[in-house]
């Protein structure tokens, strides 16, 4: 099995979402009621996950820092 890239985990999320926000996120059956996703927590790591892709595509740039250290956490 093959890692996935951060962009392919984006496209899963975001099919996820779609599938809770056409389907709903909690279905019936045999009598018991079952949450398939938790929408927020799903929207949550789509957040983390885009905010890490646009890190690891970010082409630097010119940062100016007068007066203080930079540190980079």
């Known amino acids: 099995m093959a890692i996935k890239t951060t962009a392919e985990w984006i ?3 975001e099919t996820a979402i779609s ?5 709903g996120q909690d279905m019936t059956l045999n009598g018991k ?3 398939l996703a938790n929408l927020a927590s799903l929207q949550s790591e789509l957040k983390r996950l885009k905010a890490q892709y ?4 970010q082409t630097g740039g010119l940062s100016i820092n ?3 250290h930079r540190r980079d956490y």
């Open 11 to 13: 496209e899963e999320y």
């Open 19 to 23: 599938n809770i926000l056409s389907r």
């Open 33 to 35: 009621r079952q949450t």
């Open 54 to 57: 646009r890190a690891e595509t």
């Open 66 to 68: 007068i007066g203080t």
